[in-house]
T-cell receptor, first 110, second 116 residues
């Protein structure tokens, strides 16, 4: 069973600050996805990255896929209270089902 | 875009009773659906893969007789928690592929089960 470690597990910062969340595995991903989940709801897909070294931007969110496709990062610029939530990476290894990371719970303080 | 609907969104039941949760793909056909369990402040743990017209594939450690999965049509999968106990209380989430492309999951809003 592949394991995806996310760090930090919890993060609480002031509005306007920048932050980075990491997702690491010892195995190579076929592709990797990032989701955000709010309390009492299902996860919502933010982005899918496929190519090593790939960088994707979604407004203030920047996603990077490691060159070796074993890790990924999510950077948020000028965080806002609406960014609060549980951020989950999920990796696809070969043709197997998605494996979710351990999660990062982000709280943005107004 | 693709929508997956779960029902009920929350349910409270007595210990020993069975509870059925439905997962429907509203505007696409889903040959494969997935059932997850999520404990408070934790990530999603895959319980089983539900395949239309065949038996579900359960993850290691998940009791097949405890969590019955039926995928009778291309748009509906059901999870039945049999003889529920307080430790079965959790947030159950389903997802389906096929709505937004291969390997892209569309998630339901989840069902919160509380067993008294």
């Amino acid at each position: 069973t592949q394991l995806l470690e996310q760090s930090p597990q919890f993060l609480s910062i002031q509005e306007g600050e920048n932050l980075t969340v990491y997702c690491n595995s010892s195995s190579v991903f076929s592709s990797l996805q990032w989701y955000r989940q709010e309390p009492g709801e299902g996860p919502v897909l933010l982005v899918t990255v496929v190519t090593g070294g790939e960088v994707k931007k979604l407004k203030r969110l920047t996603f990077q896929f490691g060159d070796a496709r074993k890790d990924s990062s999510l950077h948020i610029t000028a965080a806002q209270p609406g960014d609060t939530g549980l951020y989950l990476c999920a990796g696809l290894f070969g043709n197997e089902k998605l494996t979710f990371g351990t999660g990062t719970r982000l709280t943005i303080i107004p | 875009g693709a929508v997956v609907s779960q029902h009920p969104s929350w349910v409270i039941c007595k210990s020993g009773t069975s509870v059925k949760i439905e997962c429907r793909s509203l505007d696409f056909q889903a040959t494969t659906m997935f059932w997850y369990r999520q404990f408070p402040k934790q990530s999603l743990m895959l319980m089983a893969t539900s395949n239309e017209g065949s038996k579900a594939t359960y993850e290691q450690g998940v009791e097949k007789d405890k969590f019955l999965i039926n995928h009778a049509s291309l748009t509906l999968s059901t999870l039945t928690v049999t003889s529920a106990h307080p430790e079965d209380s959790s947030f159950y989430i389903c997802s389906a592929t096929g709505g937004n492309g291969a390997n892209v999951l569309t998630f339901g809003a989840g069902s919160r089960l509380t067993v008294l």
